[in-house]
C-alpha cells in the first residue's frame, strides 16, 4: 500500500486543524509536521523527503503560489483556498487539485486518491505497460484511461481529448507532446489535427477513418503511411 509523506500549511488554527484531522484519519497518509506560515514550510521542504503538501493560498508572509514557484523541485501539491479565482494559478505551477473552504472530507479524500495515484504512476518501475496518463484540465489533474480514449483532436494551443462513452477532457497541451506520452502500438497520428486509438477503427476509406464510435476521422496525404501500415 501507498504511504505518502506530507505536511499541512496554513495560517488559519481552525483551517489547520481540519486538514490535519483529515490526514490522521487517512491510513495512506503520514503527517510530518504543520506549519502556520510558507517561510517555516520552506525551510522544512529544504531539509526532508516530502511527497505532498497541503497548501493555503492566501497566506500573509508569502502566498503559497509563491512558495512554490521558489522551489526548484516542488512535492505534490494540493492547494487550499478559500477563493476560487486562485485556481487558475494553481492550474498554471501543476498542482495536483485544489479544495475549495471549508474542505468536505469526501472531497478531501478525492484529492488523495489523485495524489496516490499520480506518485504510484511517476514510481512505476521502467518498462511497466501504460494503461493511463495523466494530464491537467478544469484545474486540477485528471487521470485518463488509454483504453477509454476513441480520438484526440488539436484545437490551437489545446487538445481534446474524446471518449466514446464520457464527455470530452480538454487541456494545454500541444498534439506532438500527447502522443509521445501514448504507446506507439496503440495510437497513431494521422492527420496534423488527429491522433486516433488503432482498437477504435472499424473501417477506412477514401481517406477517411471511421470510429466506434460512429466519427469519422480524415487521413492527411502526408499520414498516408498509416493506411499501409494499419491495413496490410
Known amino acids: 500500500m501507498t504511504t505518502l509523506t506530507c505536511i499541512a500549511v496554513d495560517d488559519e488554527p481552525i483551517a489547520l486543524d481540519i486538514i490535519s484531522k483529515y490526514i490522521g484519519e487517512t491510513p495512506a497518509l503520514k503527517l510530518l509536521h504543520t506549519f502556520d506560515d510558507a517561510l517555516s514550510a520552506a525551510s522544512f521542504l529544504r531539509t526532508g523527503k516530502t511527497d505532498l503538501v497541503f497548501l493555503d493560498i492566501n497566506m500573509p508572509d508569502i502566498t503559497g503560489l509563491d512558495l512554490v514557484r521558489s522551489m526548484q523541485d516542488p512535492p505534490m501539491i494540493i492547494f487550499i483556498t478559500a477563493y476560487k479565482k486562485f485556481a487558475f494559478e494553481g492550474f498554471e505551477l501543476n498542482a495536483i487539485d485544489y479544495l475549495l473552504k471549508p474542505v468536505q472530507p469526501e472531497r478531501f479524500k478525492k484529492a488523495v486518491q489523485k495524489a496516490i495515484e499520480y506518485h504510484d504512476y511517476k514510481t512505476r518501475p521502467v518498462n511497466t505497460p501504460e494503461h493511463a496518463l495523466f494530464v491537467y484540465s478544469e484545474y486540477r489533474m485528471v487521470k485518463i484511461s488509454?483504453?477509454?480514449?476513441?480520438?484526440?483532436?488539436s484545437l490551437e494551443d489545446y487538445i481534446r481529448i474524446n471518449f466514446r462513452n464520457d464527455k470530452p477532457?480538454?487541456?494545454?497541451?500541444?498534439?506532438?507532446?500527447?502522443l509521445e506520452k501514448l504507446p506507439e502500438d496503440q495510437f497513431s497520428r494521422v492527420h496534423r489535427s488527429y491522433v486516433v486509438a488503432h482498437d477504435k477503427i472499424v473501417a477506412i476509406r477514401n481517406k477517411k477513418i471511421s470510429l466506434s464510435s460512429g466519427e469519422e476521422i480524415p487521413i492527411s496525404a502526408s499520414h498516408a503511411d498509416f493506411t499501409r501500415k494499419f491495413m496490410p
Do not use: A, C, F, G
Open 169 to 178: 477532457v480538454m487541456t494545454l497541451m500541444p498534439l506532438k507532446k500527447i
Open 146 to 153: 488509454l483504453p477509454d480514449i476513441t480520438y484526440i483532436e
